[in-house]
């Protein structure tokens, strides 16, 4: 089966301009996490959904950051306006579903410079 | 709160060397503990995964153990490979939020000929 698809793998803004990441999550998975990684540590969950409900968004900074699951497949994470801080590698991941440990199945990523 | 602590890398071993890559957590209760690799260019895999205190996890001939007595789940594996030269990631899961993985900082292994 296909894995998680992101896109764009690379992208570099300037500082205050919007940007937008999207993922395409395994077939018939239901639960979409995004996570940040910041070079030399691990990834950090952003925000978690179940099919289209965005159910924990708690570490998500909501004044640049904002995400949508629009029929609860593909996914977008957008950062507007951005800022240096946010020069990270942002992964998507998914999983059949939550309530119990599904193994979480990661994108490649998209590795975001902002100058 | 809960986290994951690892060695530093990065790691430099010579083909055929021992690995170990130390791992030790911090949590409130007990937790499903991992280690995920990650290849260039790559997303995270999980490598393998042990849910109780003194389980093994094993694949692609690396192992850990869960101990509970000294908190940590340390990655082994015999005799590396150039093909085994990723970041490796430790990390845990409380059973009370099967979704939150708490991942450590990752370390870096390079293998060479």
């Known amino acids: 089966e296909a894995g998680v698809v992101q896109s764009p793998r690379y992208k570099i803004i300037e500082k205050k301009q919007p940007v937008a990441f999207w993922c395409n999550p395994i077939s018939g998975h239901n639960t979409l996490y995004w996570y940040l990684q910041n070079l030399g540590q691990g990834p950090e969950l952003l925000i978690r959904y179940e099919n289209e409900e965005a159910v924990d968004d708690s570490q998500l900074p909501k004044d640049r950051f904002s995400a949508e699951r629009l029929k609860g497949v593909d996914s977008t994470l957008k950062i507007q306006p951005a800022e240096l801080g946010d020069s990270a590698v942002y992964l998507c991941a998914s999983s059949r579903d939550s309530g119990a440990y599904n193994e979480q199945f990661f994108g490649p990523g998209t590795r975001l410079t902002v100058l | ?113």
């Not at chain 2, 007595?69 to 030269?85: A, I, M, N, P, R």
Request: charged share 20%.
């Open chain 2, 1 to 113: 709160g809960d986290s994951v602590t690892q060695m530093e890398g990065p790691v430099t071993l010579s083909e055929e060397a021992f690995l170990t890559i130390n791992c030790t957590y911090t949590a409130t209760g007990y937790p499903s503990l991992f280690w995920y690799v990650q290849y260039p260019g790559e997303g995270l895999q999980l490598l393998l995964k042990a849910t109780k205190a003194d389980d093994k996890g094993s694949n692609k001939g690396f192992e850990a153990t869960y101990r509970k007595e000294t908190t940590s789940f340390h990655l082994e594996k015999g005799s590396v490979q150039v093909s085994d030269s990723a970041v490796y990631f430790c990390a845990l899961i409380m059973k009370t939020s099967y979704d939150k993985v708490i991942f450590g900082p990752g370390t870096s292994l390079s293998v060479i000929p």
